[in-house]
């Protein structure tokens, strides 16, 4: 873990769609101090509540609360400049369809059908540019900056290429696609940053080479000096064995948060014959006067109209003794069974020697994409979640307190589940505050063979710029 910085908590900073701030919780430990939230959903506003008593918390849905939250920040300007508004709008519509065709059709008149969820980015923009903090950090999934959504005039407009006409031609900045990993973080987790800053340090260092992105800690075989990614192993390998089985061996209480759900029958028998890093979607004949491995294995192929899907006819019995096979089934309504349908990554054990795949709300669930354990048969715990997603590196209280009554009580395990799902590693918001924070104490140094990164606009807009022009 990073050291914590040593200066005051002197840094003015406004953090929206905070989920639960776990990814704040980093920025706080970098010198950076919370104001203001605003969170939509109550309960994680409770959990703002109880782990930033000092930040006013806005809960409630950005469009009706933009005036307050606006009126709040140039309050606090007028005592002293806000340092950094950070921002993680919605995800869930940001869509992986190619950019240049739905612009092309856009042109011909065919009027796409867009994730008005994409547009809450919007009213982030918008109180940027009220406030103009040196520092806008805007965090997503990667695939935000192949998303266009219809601005205020109804045009439509890749995101990345708004964000500059919003802040104006003060700021500068760069967005960048970066893995967690490389950052010693034990998940395997990929998100875009988008940073931009007013400040004339920040856009001297972008001009030279340099970026508003720090330089990776890890890499995953340990090249060109930098560490090994961090394993599962080396994460959660001594947290203390526990079994999905019965609810006496499903959790240990000398560990907070160290508890999983039981499974059934069915689930544990899958699960218990899958072998490290392969799925149960493969598990071959268990009959001990069999034990046949030539069972084909599970797997996806294209259906007629090219889409490729999860295959329907993956046996379920053994094919040299008929042995039932500890797969994934599913029964039909006449009692018969067929192969499970969903995802062929689903009821897949991890593996020891990489960091865990990317931990999402689903965690606690067998099914979902490789969440099993490596060897145990179980989930992750909710404390192995919090290792991996370094949130047990920081104080955060997994405790709400209650905007009506100001009552403490405890954040249930769905709550935690889907809150640990839904941050960003505090460790990398740690090293990433202490970059932001170095670049605006000129101790940072450009590395002049680098490339310039300043944030280059898609071909698209340009050509639009050039046509107005015109």
């Avoid at 890749?158 to 500059?164: F, G, S």
């Avoid at 499974?263 to 493969?282: G, V």
């Amino acid at each position: 873990m990073p050291e914590k910085s040593n200066s005051n908590p002197n840094l003015p900073t406004i953090s929206l769609f905070a989920g639960a701030a776990i990814g704040d919780k980093g920025l706080e430990a970098a010198g950076f101090r919370l104001e203001l939230h605003n969170e939509l959903e109550s309960d994680r506003s409770g959990l703002i509540s109880a782990n930033f008593p000092q930040s006013r918390v806005i809960s409630g849905n950005i469009l009706d609360r933009e005036t307050e939250i606006i009126a709040i920040g140039q309050k606090l300007q007028r005592r002293e400049e806000v340092f950094a508004l950070v921002a993680t709008p919605p995800c869930q519509g940001m869509s992986p369809n190619g950019l240049g065709t739905l612009l092309k059709n856009y042109r011909l008149g065919r009027r796409p059908k867009l994730d008005q969820r994409n547009r809450l980015i919007l009213p982030a923009l918008r109180i940027a540019a009220a406030l103009q903090p040196k520092w806008v950090i805007l965090e997503n999934v990667p695939r935000m900056s192949n998303t266009a959504i219809e601005d205020e005039a109804g045009t439509l407009v890749r995101i990345l290429d708004l964000i500059p006409q919003y802040l104006g031609i003060d700021y500068v900045g760069e967005a960048k696609v970066v893995e967690f990993a490389d950052y010693g973080i034990p998940q395997c987790r990929q998100r875009l940053i988008t940073i931009y800053s007013r400040l004339p340090e920040a856009r001297e260092l972008l001009e030279a080479g340099g970026s508003f992105i720090p330089e990776p800690t890890h890499q995953k075989l340990g090249n060109n000096g930098l560490a090994n990614w961090v394993t599962v192993r080396q994460a959660i390998g001594n947290f203390p064995p526990l079994d999905a089985k019965t609810a006496k061996t499903a959790r240990d209480n000398r560990i907070p948060l160290h508890r999983v759900p039981v499974l059934d029958s069915k689930k544990y028998e899958w699960i218990r014959h899958t072998p490290e890093n392969q799925s149960a979607f493969n598990n071959q004949c268990v009959n001990p006067e069999c034990g046949f491995d030539g069972n084909p294995n599970h797997g996806t192929s294209r259906d007629s109209a090219g889409i490729n899907r999860a295959r329907q006819d993956t046996p379920l019995y053994c094919l040299k003794c008929g042995s039932l096979l500890p797969r994934p089934f599913a029964i039909n309504k006449d009692g018969t069974i067929r192969i499970m349908k969903g995802y062929t990554s689903a009821y897949k054990r991890m593996s020891w020697d990489m960091p865990a795949p990317t931990l999402t709300r689903n965690l606690s669930f067998a099914c979902s994409d490789r969440k099993i354990h490596p060897v145990q048969n179980r989930v992750l715990s909710l404390a192995e979640a919090c290792q991996l997603q370094s949130i047990s590196d920081f104080d955060y209280k997994w405790e709400l307190i209650s905007a009506r009554e100001g009552k403490i009580q405890k954040a249930s395990d769905r709550l935690i589940r889907e809150a640990i799902g839904e941050s960003i590693p505090p460790r990398f918001m740690q090293i990433l505050g202490q970059h932001l924070l170095s670049i605006s104490n000129r101790e940072v140094i450009a590395d002049s063979n680098k490339p310039v990164q300043l944030q280059l606009f898609s071909e698209e807009y340009l050509h639009s710029l050039s046509k107005a022009s015109l």
